[in-house]
Structure formats: structure tokens, C-alpha cells
């Protein structure tokens, strides 16, 4: 900000008075001396108060800016308040599922408790786009679906759209039933841990991997060390006991509905027509359909907690607007 934003008006005017005592005393005018201080003492005073209201303008401006941003800030995407009329709810399980991410437990328990707590909402529908994530993300969901079933009676639906895959299928193994679209894609029931190894480039490059530990095992998933075969066996152990967990997660949900072959949990996938074959799914349907037909309740409410629009102006403007607003205030400050 430059200076040539403030206001001018009090400046002139004092020039303006300092102009006028010098014609007074050059027209041999009594008194000239005090009328000029007098003009002088206005001016100054008409400065201040220009000054003043620059700066309680600048407040202004910055409190209406915060109250904008309170206003977009409160969670309008979800909504906890009652619901008078016969609803469906839904929350959406959309992208990686993991912590800190919008599909993480946090988030969707959160809306789950909203929903299943609304008087007004006659089932909960799961609407899932997602490859997959963190199974103790999908193990904390999975549990609370089941949870507030019991202790609200409602029944939960999952309805996929392109994708429920891995962790996403997790989830969904929770509901009473599976909705897909014929070519959505649904299965991936495995368990993967990934990395690379670059012992044998080193060598080749001459590079000595120089790695302290206090423990015989602290550094066998590093990229740069070797693996031995009682690592790789451990690791595998840990993989295959996620696995049986996630195996005992699908057959408790989808029970005599599963028609299990050998490659059922092998970590393939299949199209949604495929899935109804398989028992890994029930029916054909999108969300209105749902909505409409199954729980007779057309009007949709979304409880699905997002980042808020707040958040993401602070993180992607806050810093310069707040640099802009200390130059204003400090250069308002310095013209008082």
C-alpha cells in the first residue's frame, strides 16, 4: 500500500491555511497571526480524524472478512439438526481412505452418528467411490456401522458408484446390502505392502549403505538395506493376519449370500454384474433408486462432513492477506 492511497484532503487544507495567514499578513490584516494557528489547529484535527476513519475502515473491512469467514466456515455440507420429514441420509466414502484424508474415520464416523441420530432419516446409504486405503481406517468404520445399527435400528446400504475396491469394500462388507452399477469395479480383498530395493544398484555404483540400528530388525524395511528371509517371513505373517481379518470381516457381513470360489479372496476384482454372481454384491442401483424403491423415502439429506470452505481460503490466502493487512495498518498508523 502507498501512501498515495490515504486521504489528501487534511494536507491541502492546511496548506490551504498556511496560504491564507501569509495573504492576511501580506494585506496588513490584524490578528492574522491566531487565525492562522486556528486554520492550522482544524486542519490537523480534520487530519486526525481522516486517519481514524481510514483505520476503523480497515477494521471494518477485516472484521467483515472474518465474519465472511466464519460464515463459509460452519459445516453446511452435513447437518446435525432433525430432519422433520422422512428422509434418506447419505454419506459419501469418496477417495483414499485414510487419516487426515475427507474419507477418514474420523469424518465418516461423524456423519454416521449425525445421520443415524436425525429422527427424521429411515436409513443410511454408504455412496462409495473409493480403491481403497488403510485397513484400521476401514476396520474403525466397519465397526461402527455395526454398532449403530444395533442401537438405532435403521439399516445401512452401500451403494457403489465406479469403485469400491480394498479397504472401500471393507466398509461396504458392513451394510445390509451392496448396490452396484453393472460396470463398477468391486472386490480387490487382499492385503499389499510396497517398497523398492536398491542394494543390488549400489553395488554396482560403489555406494557403502552406512546404517546404525539398536535392534537386529529396527531397519529391514529400509530401501537401501538388505532383506533377509526371516524379515520377509515376518512381514509376510503380518500381511496374511490383516488378510484373515479382512476374509473374516466379509464373511460375517455377506454370510450365505457369498458364493466363495478359490480366487474370491485372492486380490482380483470384478465388474458389479460379476459381484451379484459372486455373492460380493445383491442388486443393480444407483442412489435415487435406492432412495426410492428400497427405503421409500425419496428426499436425499447429506450428512458427509469436507473440509470446509474456511479452511482452504486460510491455508491458500491467509498468509499474504494477512502481510497485507500489517502494511495497511502500519501505514495508517504512521500517518496518524
Known amino acids: 500500500m502507498n501512501d498515495s492511497n490515504m486521504p489528501q484532503a487534511p494536507v491541502d487544507s492546511a496548506q490551504a491555511a498556511i496560504n491564507s495567514g501569509a495573504n492576511a499578513n501580506a494585506a496588513g490584516a490584524p490578528g492574522w497571526e491566531r487565525s492562522t494557528l486556528e486554520k492550522l489547529a482544524m486542519a490537523a484535527i480534520d487530519e486526525q480524524r481522516a486517519a481514524r476513519r481510514w483505520r476503523n475502515g480497515v477494521r471494518l473491512a477485516w472484521l467483515v472478512f472474518l465474519a465472511a469467514l466464519v460464515w463459509l466456515g460452519m459445516d453446511r455440507s452435513g447437518t446435525s439438526a432433525d430432519v422433520s420429514k422422512p428422509h434418506t441420509a447419505v454419506v459419501e466414502i469418496k477417495g483414499e481412505i485414510a487419516s487426515g484424508s475427507e474419507a477418514s474415520a474420523e469424518l465418516i464416523v461423524a456423519a454416521m452418528r449425525g445421520a443415524f441420530e436425525d429422527k427424521g432419516a429411515q436409513a443410511v446409504v454408504l455412496l462409495i467411490n473409493s480403491p481403497g486405503g488403510s485397513p484400521v481406517q476401514a476396520g474403525i468404520i466397519n465397526d461402527e456401522i455395526h454398532r449403530l445399527k444395533a ?81 520377509r517371513a515376518f512381514a509376510q505373517n503380518m500381511l496374511d493376519q490383516i488378510h484373515q481379518q479382512f476374509i473374516g470381516v466379509v464373511k460375517a457381513g455377506r454370510g450365505k449370500r457369498l458364493k466363495e470360489t478359490p480366487e474370491t479372496f485372492s486380490g482380483l476384482f470384478w465388474t458389479g454384474q460379476q459381484a451379484i454372481e459372486m455373492g460380493l454384491a445383491d442388486q443393480l442401483g444407483n442412489l435415487d433408486f435406492v432412495a426410492r424403491e428400497v427405503v421409500k423415502a425419496e428426499e436425499l439429506v447429506d450428512y458427509t462432513r469436507r473440509d470446509n470452505v474456511a479452511e482452504r481460503l486460510v491455508k491458500r490466502f491467509g498468509a499474504a492477506i494477512g502481510e497485507g493487512s500489517v502494511r495497511a495498518m502500519r501505514t495508517s498508523t504512521a500517518l496518524r
Do not use: W
Open 151 to 231: 442401537l438405532h435400528n435403521k439399516p445401512v446400504y452401500a451403494v457403489v458408484e465406479e469403485t469400491c475396491a480394498s479397504a472401500a469394500y471393507y466398509i461396504a462388507a458392513g451394510a445390509d446390502k451392496i448396490f452396484v452399477d453393472k460396470a463398477s469395479i468391486v472386490g480387490s480383498i487382499g492385503v499389499l505392502m510396497d517398497g523398492f530395493g536398491f542394494t543390488g544398484l549400489m553395488d554396482k555404483l560403489g555406494v557403502e549403505r552406512r546404517l546404525m540400528t539398536a535392534g537386529e530388525n529396527k531397519g529391514f524395511l529400509d530401501p537401501f538395506s538388505p532383506q533377509t528371509e526371516k524379515q
